[in-house]
């Protein structure tokens, strides 16, 4: 059964404290009147995979429930899948990254079973969308579905989160699949970085939108210096007085706390409040390369600072829903363990609690605005969110130049680039300039907050959003 996710509408006055009156009247105004206007009383109907969990779901929860406070009737519903046709996408999610993922083929069999799942969907789709709707697509999950839309000359836009610069066997592979669904039925494409789109897709019809941060959730929200403090020696990362749980706001406005305890390996006591921090926080993943910073830093920082260096990720379950974070985690458990005593006691790795998703929301935040530096040493990167969410706190960031990494950070001035991700020296060089120089700390911080303000807030997001919907419905898209 297909699903509908309902959320209710959010005052896009909340954002005023930190994008200004100015720009709230923008999104009230100027581009919501044009959408009003354009959707005439019917709906934009978002179409994703998952209602909770990974990027698609969270930005959509930040997204929408604006739109809807500024009079939009923006929805969104969620396909029905089994278990084959979610090992199908997640083959074709790895290869839009230029990844095998798991091997298997994309062809004739897995094209029909896929036509199969969507079909349903479709059936199911027809009852709920009318003339005069315009429908979002998001993903490869819900490519097969434009067919259906377009017959019924129903404005398509097709949304891809995914993606890498170039392309290889992998991602020819991908769309050697998708394109097929989409070439002749998409009016308009968004991708978040223009790169990320294959040849095919027409210029006129390639979108540019990349996605923001939520200032308000507890994952960004103001929290002061000492209650990050409490929160990182209440988990077990600081050595400082914990008078036990900390207290937080939900985004639904009922109290939580951080109760549970973080997994820590480390050698002898954490680092005191006052010590110097590098913070890299990270899914386990190959391409986030914890291991690659534990050696930049031990090589290249460790005996010229004070600093220590957290590598903090989700626990990883016994039960693994992601095996290859298992892989990774004890892959770099090993890289730790083969340090010498003195660097071992620098550095530790931390596996945060999950079970509580603001919870865990929470305790990245005390982490993000405590660090002295955040790092995000990635090989790739498709935006890099953690790059976002430190920019916005006013932390310096030092990160390698790749992916969208390079479309968030101006060198020198909202942060450092590393321009070879895997050169040591380079990444070592550019955290010791941040931990020697206050003064550059604070300056990179500052450009850091600003540049996060001025284009990854959601009301940007938005504007480009009501601009593009626009320009398909009333044709000139
Ligand atoms: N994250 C988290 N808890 C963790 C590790 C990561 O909440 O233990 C979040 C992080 O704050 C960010 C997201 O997961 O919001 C990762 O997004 P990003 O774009 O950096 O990388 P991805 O994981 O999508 O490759």
Same mark, same amino acid.
């Given at each position: 059964m297909m699903e509908e996710v309902r959320l209710a509408p959010r005052a896009p006055e909340e954002l005023q404290a930190i994008i200004g009156p100015e720009r709230v009247a923008r999104l009230v105004t100027q581009s919501a009147e044009a959408m009003r206007a354009a959707l005439r009383g019917r709906s934009i109907i978002n179409i994703n995979?998952?209602?909770?969990?990974?990027g698609v779901a969270e930005m959509l929860q930040v997204l929408l429930p604006l739109a809807r406070g500024a009079d939009i009737d923006a929805r969104w519903l969620v396909i029905d899948g089994d278990e084959e046709f979610f090992a199908i996408t997640k083959r074709l999610h790895h290869r839009l990254h230029g990844e095998p993922g798991d091997g298997g083929e994309l062809g004739g069999q897995e094209a029909a079973h896929y036509d199969e799942v969507m079909r349903r969907n479709v059936d199911e789709l027809s009852a709920i969308v009318v003339e005069g709707d315009i429908v979002i697509l998001h993903d490869?999950?819900?490519?097969?579905?434009a067919e259906y839309l377009a017959s019924r000359g129903i404005p398509v836009v097709w949304r891809c989160h995914v993606g890498i610069d170039g392309s290889n066997e992998w991602t020819d592979d991908a769309w050697a699949f998708l394109r097929r669904y989409l070439e002749p039925y998409v009016d308009a494409y968004v991708f978040t970085?223009?790169?990320?789109?294959?040849? =095919?897709? @027409?210029v006129d019809r390639l979108h540019v939108i990349r996605p923001s941060i939520d200032p308000l959730a507890p994952k960004n929200a103001d929290m002061s210096a000492d209650k990050a403090r409490e929160i990182l020696s209440y988990v077990g990362i600081l050595d400082h007085p914990s008078a036990g749980p900390v207290s937080f706001l939900r985004s639904d406005g009922t109290p939580g706390r951080v109760e549970r305890f973080a997994d820590i390996v480390q050698t002898g006591p954490p680092p005191a409040a006052d010590v110097p921090l590098v913070v890299q926080v990270s899914? =386990?993943? @190959?391409?986030?390369?914890m291991a690659g910073t534990m050696t930049g830093f031990v090589e290249h920082v460790l005996d010229n600072t004070e600093a220590h260096l957290v590598l903090a990720g989700p626990v990883v379950t016994?039960?693994?829903?992601?095996p290859e974070a298992a892989v990774v985690l004890n892959q770099t458990w090993d890289h730790w363990r083969a340090l010498r005593h003195h660097q071992r006691s620098r550095v530790q790795l931390v596996c945060l609690p999950m079970s509580d998703g603001e919870e865990n929301a929470v305790i990245v935040n005390a982490l993000q605005r405590h660090a002295t530096v955040v790092a995000q040493?990635?090989?790739?990167?498709?935006?890099?969110l953690t790059v976002t969410e430190a920019m916005y706190k006013g932390t310096p960031v030092v990160a390698s130049a790749v992916g969208g990494i390079t479309d968030q950070i101006v060198d020198e001035e909202s942060g450092l680039l590393v321009?070879?991700?895997?050169?040591l020296a380079e990444f070592g060089g550019a955290l010791n300039r941040v931990l020697m120089d206050p003064d550059l700390a604070r300056r990179l911080g500052e450009g850091g907050r600003r540049r996060a303000i001025e284009f990854f807030l959601p009301d940007t997001s938005l504007g480009l959003w009501e601009e593009l919907l626009v320009s398909v419905m009333t044709g000139d898209g």
């Open positions: 995979s998952t209602p909770a969990g990974g490869p999950q819900t490519a097969g579905i970085r223009p790169s990320y789109a294959p040849s =095919w897709v @027409p899914r =386990w993943d @190959p391409l986030k390369d016994a039960v693994a829903d992601d040493k990635s090989l790739a990167e498709g935006f890099g321009q070879s991700p895997r050169d």
